[in-house]
């Protein structure tokens, strides 16, 4: 099966622009989840999609919004962008079942630098 | 409010000697925990996981123990080999399974010296 992809792989925007990064899941997983990494913090729940639906969302502001299609590839948009969004996000697909550990499969991350 | 710590930024160890990795937690609601591996420029790799009704699973050399009443989890290495330097991060997980959402820790960074 072919891993997680993410596109494009590095981006730089100016301040105050929008950005859109795509996600493309392993096939059949339906759930989607994107995180972000920042030096010292670790990654950071952003949200989570599962069948076209937003399940989950972390402590994130409105700026970041994301979506699902229905083939499961999933977007995520971050508006007006400020320097503290430069970081590596990092998308990941799992195939939700109770009573398992729910491991998530992540892409290679997508490295946003804001100037 | 860090929910998933790991206290050790770095960690480095000998060619075949053990590696522990360190990984405390407040939340008594996470049900499941689970290892990831990174190398620079790639995504997290899943490694290994526990259940909160087990205090031991293990997987070839890499083996997690849990203390739920230390809120207290550790992964254990061994022997370590080169291959094994990267950044570990401790993950957790809630609701049965269902739910997708993992609080990670911050990271150790390993580094297995010949």
């Known amino acids: 099966k072919a891993g997680v992809t993410q596109t494009p792989r590095y981006l730089i925007k100016t301040r105050g622009q929008q950005v859109t990064l795509s996600c493309s899941p392993i096939s059949g997983h339906r759930s989607v989840s994107w995180y972000q990494q920042t030096p010292g913090q670790g990654l950071q729940f952003l949200f989570e999609?599962?069948?076209?639906?937003?399940?989950n969302k972390g402590n994130f502001p409105g700026r970041f919004s994301g979506r699902q299609f229905s083939n499961s590839r999933s977007e995520m948009n971050v508006s007006t962008l400020e320097l503290g969004d430069s970081a590596l996000y990092l998308c990941?697909?799992?195939?939700?079942?109770?009573?398992?550990?729910?491991?998530?499969?992540f892409g290679p991350g997508t490295r946003l630098t804001v100037l | 409010d860090q929910q998933v710590k790991q206290n050790s930024p770095s960690l480095s160890v000998q060619e075949g000697r053990i590696s522990i990795l360190n990984c405390d937690y407040t939340n008594s609601m996470f049900d499941y925990f689970l290892w990831y591996k990174k190398y620079p420029a790639e995504g997290p790799t899943f490694l290994i996981s526990i259940s909160s009704i087990k205090d031991k699973n293990e997987d070839g050399r890499f083996t997690v123990f849990l203390n739920k009443s230390a809120k207290h989890l550790s992964l254990h290495i061994v022997p370590s080999q080169p291959g094994d330097s990267a950044v570990y991060f401790c993950?957790?997980?809630?609701?049965?399974?269902?739910?997708?959402?993992?609080?990670f820790g911050t990271g150790t960074r390993l580094q297995v010296t010949l």
């Open positions: 999609y599962f069948s076209e639906t937003q399940r």
């Open positions: 990941a697909s799992s195939a939700p079942r109770a009573g398992t550990s729910n491991e998530q499969f």
């Open positions: 993950a957790a997980s809630a609701a049965g399974g269902t739910a997708s959402k993992l609080t």
